[in-house]
């Protein structure tokens, strides 16, 4: 009921979010907005609510073989002899479709299903957004971890299409969830990853290895304490998602995994602290990594603020790696030392918020690399008391791709 209740509330902030960005876009200058007037939209009466769509959008989206390639799925019209003054000389209502002719005579038919589907109301394209477009996220304290992260059978994924489905669409969701009872075999994350796509190859290989390795070129293959981070912030197209599949798992103390919600920790910080969330969003780092991986060279860097934020406010992006935190400091000296104050407070509260726990063989540990913070405890590593995980990258891409075609096959939408 808690989740239930949080997802409600970030519907309601995020219809009101979504009306602010219409109704005060500063994108549009009043002479430009001025141009348009009634005559330039269409009013379609769909189920008792009257909806209006614009004329040139409609013109844009005929579905004739004229102007559509229905196998390709694909807009062919020819945008030299596009008009965007186009006027409507008749429509002809139809059961199930409208038909519309221009006053160029071309003829374009619509469902009505498929033009709610596209309705131009907020409350409609909100509705798009969450069931098609990208799950709505949920951020979650380190105290509800086990009832955030859905246990997944590892065959069930392989065999069924709807297993895959709410696989994705928990990891969506919270950003993490457990697949459990793979293969011991070092091969075992392809087949899961066939599912979906594809990996993300890195300087890094496809796949990797974490075990302790002596004189390594990366932190992470050492047994000590690993602290918490995303991996490869240094990307431009930072992997998405991070999987780790648990090999051998220590049997002594130590080796458990950290991980906190980086939404849940950002959200925390805006409301209690203001001042260090607005440095966090401005200030750009420059994040870079520079070595050998497999006799390639390598010298990666970019530029991010450690939270990145979407034209409309939202979180799309968490930069956090104190290795991975270039030398060069691109911003005024002057908010160098609030920054470090503001950088170290999410920091604490991540640690704070975070969740522990020890994943066992068999496991594969799955989660969201551009919102949850990682980390690792120590643990003392010998010849018999190993540790060894093999990894993968997804980009969100082919996982959002993925989960759209199960969706539009095992719980059809009208229109699409």
């Known amino acids: 009921m808690i989740l239930l209740r949080r997802l409600a509330d970030t519907n309601k902030i995020n219809l009101r979010q979504f009306k602010a960005v219409i109704t005060n876009s500063d994108i549009h200058t009043n002479s430009v907005l001025q141009k348009t007037n009634k005559e330039d939209f269409l009013?379609?009466?769909?189920?008792?609510?009257?909806?209006?769509?614009?004329?040139?959008?409609?013109r844009d989206n005929c579905r004739c073989e004229q102007c559509f390639h229905l196998s390709a799925k694909s807009r062919i019209l020819e945008l030299n002899k596009f008009n965007v003054n186009?006027?409507?000389?008749?429509?002809?209502?139809?059961?199930?479709?409208?038909?519309?002719?221009?006053?160029?005579?071309?003829?374009?038919?619509?469902?009505?299903?498929?033009?709610?589907?596209?309705?131009?109301?907020?409350?409609?394209?909100?509705?798009?957004?969450?069931?098609?477009?990208?799950?709505?996220?949920?951020?979650?304290?380190?105290?509800d971890f086990h009832k955030v992260?859905?246990?997944?059978?590892?065959?069930?994924?392989?065999?069924?299409?709807?297993?895959?489905?709410?696989?994705?669409?928990?990891?969506?969701?919270?950003?993490?969830?457990?697949?459990?009872?793979?293969?011991?075999?070092?091969?075992?994350?392809?087949?899961?990853?066939?599912?979906?796509?594809?990996?993300?190859?890195?300087?890094?290989?496809?796949?990797f290895v974490v075990e302790n390795v002596a004189n390594t070129?990366?932190?992470?293959?050492?047994?000590?304490?690993?602290?918490?981070?995303?991996?490869?912030?240094?990307?431009?197209y930072c992997p998405g998602v991070n999987m780790l599949h648990?090999?051998?798992?220590?049997?002594?103390?130590?080796?458990?995994?950290?991980?906190?919600?980086?939404?849940?920790?950002?959200?925390?910080?805006?409301?209690?602290?203001?001042?260090?969330?607005?440095?966090?969003?401005?200030?750009?780092?420059?994040?870079?990594d520079v070595g050998v991986e497999h006799g390639n060279e390598f010298f990666k860097l970019y530029r991010s603020p450690v939270i990145s934020l979407d034209r409309h406010g939202q979180i799309k992006r968490i930069n956090f790696?104190?290795?991975?935190?270039?030398?060069?400091?691109?911003?005024?000296?002057?908010?160098?030392?609030?920054?470090?104050?503001?950088?170290n407070l999410f920091y604490e509260l991540n640690k704070k918020f975070a969740a522990k726990f020890k994943t066992k063989v068999g496991d594969i540990l799955?989660?969201?690399?551009?919102?949850?913070?990682?980390?690792?405890?120590?643990?003392e590593d010998k010849s018999d008391n190993v540790r060894k995980l093999i990894g993968a990258y997804l980009d969100w891409d082919e996982i959002y791709s993925r989960f759209r075609c199960l969706k539009a096959k095992l719980y059809p939408i009208e229109g699409i």
Not at 113 to 137: A, C, D, I, M
């Open 321 to 343: 790696s104190v290795p991975q935190r270039g030398s060069h400091f691109p911003c005024p000296i002057e908010i160098v030392k609030p920054w470090y104050e503001a950088h």
């Open 86 to 143: 186009v006027k409507v000389k008749d429509v002809i209502r139809e059961e199930t479709s409208i038909q519309v002719i221009w006053d160029d005579e071309h003829l374009s038919r619509y469902s009505l299903n498929w033009l709610k589907l596209r309705s131009f109301t907020p409350q409609e394209q909100l509705k798009y957004t969450n069931e098609l477009y990208r799950p709505v996220k949920t951020p979650w304290h380190g105290n």
């Open 149 to 207: 992260c859905t246990r997944h059978d590892y065959k069930e994924i392989l065999d069924s299409d709807a297993a895959l489905y709410r696989w994705l669409l928990d990891l969506s969701t919270y950003g993490v969830a457990l697949v459990q009872n793979a293969p011991q075999s070092e091969a075992a994350l392809d087949k899961i990853v066939e599912r979906i796509g594809f990996t993300k190859r890195t300087h890094y290989g496809v796949k």
């Open 43 to 58: 009013k379609v009466d769909i189920q008792g609510n009257e909806l209006r769509f614009p004329n040139v959008w409609l």
């Open 246 to 288: 648990c090999l051998v798992q220590t049997l002594g103390e130590g080796g458990e995994n950290l991980l906190s919600d980086g939404h849940f920790a950002a959200s925390y910080m805006k409301e209690h602290h203001p001042a260090e969330y607005k440095l966090l969003i401005d200030t750009e780092v420059e994040w870079s």
């Open 217 to 236: 070129s990366n932190v992470a293959y050492l047994s000590s304490n690993l602290q918490m981070h995303v991996d490869l912030p240094y990307y431009e």
């Open 366 to 379: 799955v989660f969201d690399n551009i919102r949850l913070l990682h980390g690792r405890n120590a643990y």
